[in-house]
């Protein structure tokens, strides 16, 4: 059984840093994706950061490069998203998902469509 389970999100400043962490069980697969989406009230929920199992190729939303990261260490299962220079926009429930696709057709890794597990999503709040 796959569970993903999210910690670290919080309340900052505007210009704050947060980093999250994802533990991932029950899952493996080299060439699928895993990552971090975000849901803020009243939006559709988008991707974020996503990186296959390999750890070859890492995706980000134009909003989030050069300000966010994302790292996998294997040897814990985990997926962190190292999140700085945080904005008021970037406030949302964060949620860590993992896939069973890899690249592949015209199916974009950031897109939540085809991602098989959830976890329960995790609050970060940025104030101005």
């Known amino acids: 059984q796959v569970q993903l389970v999210e910690s670290g999100g919080g309340s900052v400043q505007a210009g704050g840093s947060l980093r999250l962490s994802c533990v991932v069980s029950?899952?493996?697969?080299?060439?699928?994706?895993m990552g971090w989406f975000r849901q803020a009230p009243g939006e559709e929920r988008e991707g974020v950061a996503v990186?296959?199992?390999?750890?070859?190729?890492?995706r980000y939303v134009d909003s989030v490069k050069g300000r966010f990261t994302l790292s996998k260490d294997s040897f814990k299962n985990t997926l962190y998203l190292q999140m700085n220079s945080l904005k008021p926009e970037d406030t949302a429930m964060y949620y860590c998902?993992?896939?069973?696709?890899?690249?592949?057709?015209?199916?974009?890794?950031?897109?939540?469509?085809?991602?098989?597990?959830w976890g329960q999503g995790t609050q970060v709040t940025v104030s101005s």
């Open positions: 029950g899952y493996g697969c080299s060439m699928c994706y």
């Open positions: 990186i296959q199992g390999n750890g070859r190729t890492i």
């Open positions: 998902a993992a896939t069973e696709r890899g690249d592949g057709g015209s199916w974009s890794p950031l897109s939540q469509d085809d991602y098989k597990y």
